[in-house]
């Protein structure tokens, strides 16, 4: 798909939802923010509205051996939300073990300053943004 627009990358949570978002190009991801669930669908329909959204790409809580968890009932609701509000956009499950913590690294790589670190919503956007940056690196059709 060579169509223009955007990729957007979501790490959903009870509390907050961290978003990303591909460049023009789809070749990197950036933090775009974290959200309470609700607001979060306010925000993609206001980047949908500043550019067109072609996929997204919603971290899937698997445990650690591979098997769904109780959290991907939470994402499944969340991501039948983003069907009724954006059906034409095709959606992404991408297995998001152990993106938190990766957030955490590529953080202190980054530092930024433990207490920053600490702050959640930072992580919540910043492991949306290694969630969307894996679906870039492994999708050939975006």
Partial sequence: M??????????VGTK???LARS???RTSANPAGTFSPDEAIAEIS?????QPILAFAVGWPL???GE???ATKMVDTFIKKLNRHFSEVPVYKIDERYSSKRAVQ???KSGIPRKKRREKGRVDQTAAALILQQ???TQNDF
Avoid: A, Y
């Avoid at 060579?2 to 790490?11: A, E, L, Q």
């Avoid at 206001?46 to 500043?50: A, G, I, Q, S, T």
């Fill in 46 to 50: 206001k980047l949908h509205r500043e």
């Fill in 68 to 70: 769904e968890s109780g």
């Fill in 16 to 18: 907050r939802v961290g």
């Fill in 63 to 65: 445990t650690t051996s």
């Fill in 23 to 25: 460049d023009l190009l």
């Fill in 106 to 108: 590529t953080m202190i």
């Fill in 2 to 11: 060579n169509s223009f627009g955007r990729i957007i990358g979501i790490d």
């Fill in 135 to 137: 679906f870039l690196e």
